[in-house]
Structure formats: structure tokens, C-alpha cells
């Protein structure tokens, strides 16, 4: 599977920005798809993900109520949807997917940077105060 993230860009607090993952080489409908980010000096952290059915969705403690994951299998497309976006939540941002396909796990499996084997390239997301 190919990743290939899009729609970072520089925001004010509170704004907001749509990430995209266009996936190729095989369906994204198929996997858990992740959002992972990492910051200056820092690891990459776990922001999001989705199950491969896209009928389950997790977030970091963070994130939770201003992020969303979400799926357009029409497209082989993920998204990250950020809104009330803030400062500490500047980083270069990557999409990623599950080694294996049509996998459902227990929650905190889909936490694990592990559990992904393909990656995309990350797209900078500057959130301004």
C-alpha cells in the first residue's frame, strides 16, 4: 500500500484543516487506517485511527472531541478532520496502515505504531497563537 498525505498548511488557534491520505496499490477499504504525528524533538505519537470496516473509530486523550477519522472508500481516501486547533498541536502529521488487512483488534492495539507497516511521507501541519 502507498500513502500519500495532503492538506497540512498554517492556521491561526482555533482554525481548522482537513487532512488526506490518498492510498494506492491496494484499497485503504480493506485496512485499519492510522493518523500518527510527531513534533520537534518528540515521538511520534498516536492521534487517531479507524478499523478496517470503518465502524470504529479511536482517538488520543488530546484529540478527543475536536479530531475526526473518517473513510471515503469511493475514493481509497482517509481523513483527519482538526478543528479548534492549537498550538501544541503542531507537527508534521502521517497516515498510516495496518500490515495486515481486514484485521479487527481490541482497542489499544490500534494505539500501537507496531501494528502499521506502511507509512506516508507526512504533511506539516503549523497551528499559530
Known amino acids: 500500500v502507498q500513502l500519500q498525505a495532503s492538506g497540512g498548511g498554517l492556521v491561526h488557534t482555533g482554525g481548522s484543516l482537513r487532512l488526506s491520505c490518498a492510498a494506492s496499490g491496494r484499497s485503504s477499504s480493506d485496512y485499519v487506517m492510522g493518523w500518527f504525528r510527531q513534533a520537534p524533538g518528540k515521538e511520534r505519537e498516536f492521534v487517531a485511527a479507524?478499523?478496517?470496516?470503518?465502524?470504529?473509530?479511536y482517538y488520543a486523550d488530546s484529540v478527543k472531541g475536536r479530531f475526526a477519522v473518517s473513510k471515503d472508500n469511493a475514493y481509497d481516501a482517509v481523513y483527519l478532520q482538526m478543528n479548534s486547533l492549537k498550538p501544541e498541536d503542531t507537527a508534521v502529521y502521517y497516515c498510516a496502515a495496518d500490515r495486515n488487512s481486514r484485521r479487527t483488534y481490541t482497542g489499544p492495539n490500534y494505539y500501537a505504531r507496531g501494528l502499521y507497516g506502511y507509512w506516508g511521507q507526512g504533511t506539516q501541519v503549523t497551528v499559530s497563537s
Open positions: 479507524i478499523s478496517w470496516s470503518g465502524g470504529s473509530t
